[in-house]
């Protein structure tokens, strides 16, 4: 066994942990459901190339349930703990709640967690969480009825997102946290108003810089609000002071209220890159692992699977991929070269967030 494989004395027997070739260990696995979505977010799956036109995904080119299971057991047994279903949006599969049973049951995980944007969850809350799942973060970008919509690519109801947040607050997903992409000249000015709605609720906002994700967003570092920009404007309307990780390795830094009205998270990938503590894998639908979410490519273990790969072959392929793994991508973006987009990567809409 290969010495940056190890058993875990601090968990169960047959769990090892498991580390790359920068020694950061493999704790998360993000999993695409479909590479589907009901927005079309300018930043992720603008309308003008994700058209009525566009060829997704078909069913038999995903992943099943039972194909994605067995990637999770394993995984869970070389360190993943934490699990999060990701799309496209995730809710469009009208049978997910039967996926969140199975993974609920996996020994090892102990966070499972869902991302979407919540125009579809009200119905669905109480389903999730009954069949195992934790909690739910939400993507929203602002609380202006003009600009969400416009962030949504037109497709957004404001109040079904709202009445999504409040279903999975009565259903126990909780803590709720609020992601928030900041756009200069966007949604920035809104930010302040959304803080403010959501402060005393609860709900944990996270406000991220804008990213080259992909190639089709038209990014320009000249659209990113750096967070310490964002602090210092939200400490001209509140006292906030500095919180603890609550893991090694989260990637968010945490900020509360002085008067105890809530957290905020600042996730800052340009401006602070966190690649040295980035413990994640993302699976996409179609079976792909990527190693990163500015990965140009990954490994196919949909073909591995259909060629009736048992436990132990998948065991070695998936510890060999993290064992070589040495991504800092944003550690090692250059501006001129993100401007760019020099780099072909993986879109978003394919792994999720």
């Not at 929203?140 to 497709?155: Q, T």
Request: net charge negative; charged share 25%.
């Amino acid at each position: 066994m290969s010495s940056d494989l190890i058993p875990d004395d601090d968990s169960a027997a047959n769990v090892a942990v498991m580390r790359d070739a920068l020694r950061r260990p493999l704790h998360d696995l993000r999993i695409s459901v479909l590479d589907q979505c009901n927005f079309r977010c300018p930043y992720c799956m603008p309308e003008d190339e994700f058209h009525a036109d566009y060829e997704f995904l078909r069913k038999q080119q995903r992943l099943s349930y039972n194909e994605v299971l067995k990637i999770a057991r394993v995984a869970a047994r070389l360190g993943v703990s934490k699990m999060r279903l990701t799309g496209g949006e995730p809710l469009l599969d009208k049978h997910l709640s039967t996926l969140v049973t199975g993974l609920a049951e996996i020994p090892g995980v102990d966070d499972l967690a869902l991302t979407t944007n919540a125009m579809l969850l009200a119905p669905v809350a109480q389903q999730l969480a009954d069949a195992g799942l934790h909690r739910v973060t939400v993507s929203l970008d602002s609380l202006d009825e003009d600009v969400f919509r416009r962030m949504s690519g037109g497709r957004g109801n404001l109040a079904q997102v709202l009445e999504g947040l409040d279903a999975a607050q009565e259903a126990g997903l909780t803590p709720i946290k609020i992601n928030v992409v900041v756009q200069r000249g966007v949604n920035d000015h809104t930010v302040l108003d959304l803080l403010e709605h959501f402060r005393g609720s609860g709900h944990i906002v996270r406000l991220i810089e804008f990213m080259d994700v992909g190639n089709r967003n038209g990014w320009r570092l000249d659209q990113v609000v750096p967070s310490r920009q964002l602090l210092d404007l939200m400490r001209t309307r509140w006292q906030l002071r500095r919180m603890d990780q609550n893991y090694p390795g989260e990637v968010a830094r945490r900020y509360e209220y002085v008067d105890g009205q809530g957290e905020i998270g600042f996730i800052s990938s340009v401006t602070e890159p966190f690649c040295g503590s980035c413990s994640r894998a993302r699976l996409s639908a179609d079976g792909m692992l990527y190693t990163c979410l500015f990965a140009n490519q990954g490994t196919d273990l949909r073909e591995s699977l259909r060629n009736d790969a048992d436990d132990e072959e998948l065991t070695n392929i998936l510890s060999q991929i993290w064992l070589q793994r040495a991504d800092r991508y944003s550690e090692l973006r250059r501006p001129e070269m993100a401007e760019a987009h020099v780099l072909r990567k993986v879109e978003m809409y394919r792994i999720g967030g």
